[in-house]
């Protein structure tokens, strides 16, 4: 049975970065036919993709325009897991942040079939 | 607010039928893209319902049933019940974002 389990803080100060890891058990982050991707929900936001990583030979990121130049998505093949880094938080970038694993062949076909269950972040000092 | 657009909430009684639109643009919905539907009960991660041309993964009656036209999709709930009572999500692929965006989720209440 494949589970996400994620970890990290739930509190980050206003200016810091956020940091969560998501470890993966029963499939593996170099994939070739899954992506792990990064959602969170927020009552002012709702769900919002924030971006995701994926080996095809070697390994691709993409993220979303909203968090382009804050975001970085790191694969970790020894540990399995992938992380995620948010700098520069805001009291807007409190949310329900969610690991998630994307399957399906293009970008019309793909859904999140698995998710992770999700951590509250907190952006206060 | 969120690129798709979906009512705030429904309802119905039991065995009755009810539908959840999910409204896009041209750049969506619109150009073509898959529809995917997920459900989020209270506490939980949303879990992927149906998607595409009425795919459903193992364990999701049929029940629940999909459509598409134009910039807008439809979720269907036939046969309701208690258990239906949760918040759905639509999801599609935004070719001007270059991203997956959501909707704004329906709250489903059966009376």
Request: glycine residues 10%; charged residues 20%.
């Given at each position: 049975q494949v589970q996400l389990q994620q970890s990290g803080p739930g509190l980050v100060k206003p200016s810091q970065t956020l940091s969560l890891t998501c470890a993966i058990s029963g499939d593996s982050v170099s994939s070739n036919s899954a992506a792990w991707n990064w959602i969170r929900q927020s009552p002012s936001r709702g769900l919002e993709w924030l971006g995701r990583t994926y080996y095809r030979s070697k390994w691709y990121?993409?993220?979303?325009?909203?968090?382009?130049s804050r975001i970085t998505i790191n694969p970790d093949t020894s540990k399995n897991q992938f992380s995620l880094q948010l700098s520069s938080v805001s009291p807007e970038d409190t949310a329900v942040y969610y690991c998630t694993r994307g399957v399906g062949g293009t970008y019309?076909?793909?859904?999140?079939?698995?998710?992770?269950?999700?951590?509250?972040v907190t952006v206060s000092s | 607010q969120s690129v798709l657009t979906q009512p705030p909430s429904v309802s119905g009684a039991p065995g009755q039928r009810v539908t959840i639109s999910c409204t896009g643009s041209s750049s969506n919905i619109g150009a073509g893209y898959d529809v995917h539907w997920y459900q989020q009960l209270p506490g939980t991660a949303p879990k992927l319902l149906i998607y595409g041309n009425n795919n459903r993964p193992s364990g999701v009656p049929d029940r629940f049933s999909v459509s598409k036209s134009g910039t807008?999709?439809?979720?269907?709930?036939?046969?309701?019940?208690?258990?239906?009572?949760?918040?759905?999500?639509?999801q599609s692929y935004d070719s001007s974002l270059?991203?997956?965006?959501f909707g704004g989720g329906t709250k489903l209440t059966v009376l």
């Open positions: 990121y993409e993220y979303a325009v909203s968090v382009k019309s076909t793909l859904t999140f079939d698995l998710w992770g269950r999700g951590t509250l | 807008s999709a439809s979720l269907a709930i036939t046969g309701l019940q208690a258990e239906d009572e949760s918040d759905y999500y639509c270059s991203g997956w965006v």
